[in-house]
Nanobody, 129 residues
Framework: VQLVESGGGLVHAGGSLRLSCAAS????????IAWFRQAPGEERVAISC????????YYRESAKGRFAISVDKAKNTMYLQMDSLKPEDTAVYYC???????????????????????WGQGAQVTVSS
């Protein structure tokens, strides 16, 4: 599966961005999908994950109420809608796909990136104050 991201950019605090991640070479159906982010000097962490099998979705505490993960099965594309952006959301964002069961643990503990098999190229999101 190849993943191609788009939609990053520069936005003022309080603004919105939508990241897209188009998959090819395989269907997203049946996989666990997730969005990670990595800020300078920090480890890569999961922001949100979604199980395409049962629709379960989880968010990192800092993203709850502001971010929304979704998937368009017809387009084989996943999205991350980000609203009310803050300067601390500045990071490179990555989409990821793997045989991972989405759970609260994935978005609340580190090192889960090692379990995802396929990755997008990353999209820079910069939020100015």
């Amino acid at each position: 599966v190849q993943l191609v991201e788009s939609g990053g950019g520069l936005v003022h605090a309080g603004g919105s961005l939508r990241l897209s991640c188009a998959a090819s070479g395989g269907s997203l159906a049946g996989y666990g999908i997730a969005w990670f982010r990595q800020a300078p000097g920090e480890e890569r962490v999961a922001i949100s994950c979604h199980a395409t099998s049962d629709g379960s979705t989880y968010y990192r505490e800092s993203a709850k109420g502001r971010f929304a993960i979704s998937v368009d099965k017809a387009k084989n594309t996943m999205y991350l809608q980000m609203d009310s952006l803050k300067p601390e959301d500045t990071a490179v964002y990555y989409c990821a796909v793997g045989a991972v069961h989405c759970s609260e643990t994935v978005v609340s503990t580190p090192k889960w990136d090692a379990w995802y098999e396929y990755w997008g190229q990353g999209a820079q999101v910069t939020v100015s104050s």
